[in-house]
Structures are given as structure tokens and as C-alpha cells.
């Protein structure tokens, strides 16, 4: 089963000094941090903003690829957690076929933000994050978990490089 979920932002992790994307689900309270590198979080960053670059980046240059070929996204799904590492998938959808590609959760949600599509996360990886190594590695204090479950609107301002 797939839960759907939004970026709810962009921040920096005040442990690691990582920048880490927050997906919230759109009907409940589930929270999905995902520690990311800090190209990776420019790229989202810059989609968020909406800031225009004098040349399109990767992001940009992928999606005016699939538009020219006239391919969409149905949707990206973060579909596992294995060994400390997340793994996405992107649904691309060709003339009513589906067609799966392997993906860095990262970049599969760059190009969501750029091509508005839906954003699912399974919900095994929501209930393997809760107690996986990574995850208790990473906030390693009940304080941090705290801060990351409590998030708000206000808290999840503009993600500043």
C-alpha cells in the first residue's frame, strides 16, 4: 500500500548539518525525513523557490526531455529502505504505458515538484524508518525525533544554501 504524501520542506538537520526533505502525509500526521546531499537539496531548493537558472539544470533539462517526448510522470513512489539507503521509483507514462525507473528518492522528487505529479511513499518504508538503524543513527536523541514529529507551517520556511 502506498501512502501519498507532500514535500512539507526543505532544512537543515542541526545534528548532522545535512539537509534533510520532509515529506508529511497529505491525510494524516506521518512524517518522512529524508537526508539528502546538498546538490541534490539545491535542485529541490531551487523548484520550491521557483527560482529560474540562466541554463536548465539536470532537473530541468529531464523534464523538457519528457515533455518533448511526450512522456509524463504518473507518479514517483520512495519504495524502499534497505541498508540505511532509500530507493525510489519513477512511473513514467508513454502513450498509456507505464514504465518503471530506478531513481535516487532525491532526484525522483526534483522532478515531481517540476512536473507536478503525485508523491507516494510505501507504507512498509514508513513503518521500517521508525526503527531502522539509519534512522535512530541519524536522530540519535529523543529531542531531535521530538523536533522533527512537532514541525509546522512556520518551521518549514525557505531552505537557504
Known amino acids: 500500500m502506498e501512502v501519498e504524501m507532500k514535500i512539507r520542506g526543505l532544512m537543515m538537520d542541526p545534528v ?8 508529511k502525509d497529505i491525510n ?8 539528502v546531499g546538498i546538490y ?18 539536470t532537473h530541468d533539462l529531464i523534464k523538457t526531455l ?6 509524463g510522470i504518473r507518479k514517483v513512489v520512495v519504495s524502499e529502505l534497505k541498508d540505511d539507503t532509500f530507493y525510489a521509483v519513477i512511473w513514467l507514462d508513454k502513450d498509456g504505458d507505464l514504465i518503471s525507473v530506478d531513481s535516487r528518492p532525491s532526484d525522483a522528487l526534483a522532478l515531481a515538484l517540476r512536473l507536478d505529479c503525485p508523491i507516494y511513499v510505501d507504507e512498509a518504508v514508513l513503518k521500517n524508518s521508525k526503527s531502522s538503524s539509519a534512522a ?3 536522530i540519535n536523541n529523543e529531542e531531535l525525533r521530538r523536533w522533527l ?10 531552505y537557504k544554501m
Open 16 to 23: 548532522t548539518n545535512m539537509p534533510i526533505v520532509v515529506l
Open 28 to 35: 494524516g500526521n506521518a512524517i518522512l525525513p529524508i537526508w
Open 40 to 57: 541534490e537539496a539545491n535542485a529541490i531548493a531551487l523548484e520550491i523557490e521557483k527560482v529560474s537558472t540562466p541554463r536548465p539544470m
Open 66 to 71: 519528457l515533455l518533448g517526448l511526450g512522456t
Open 136 to 138: 535512530t543513527d541519524k
Open 149 to 158: 514529529e512537532s514541525l509546522n507551517d512556520e518551521d518549514l520556511g525557505r
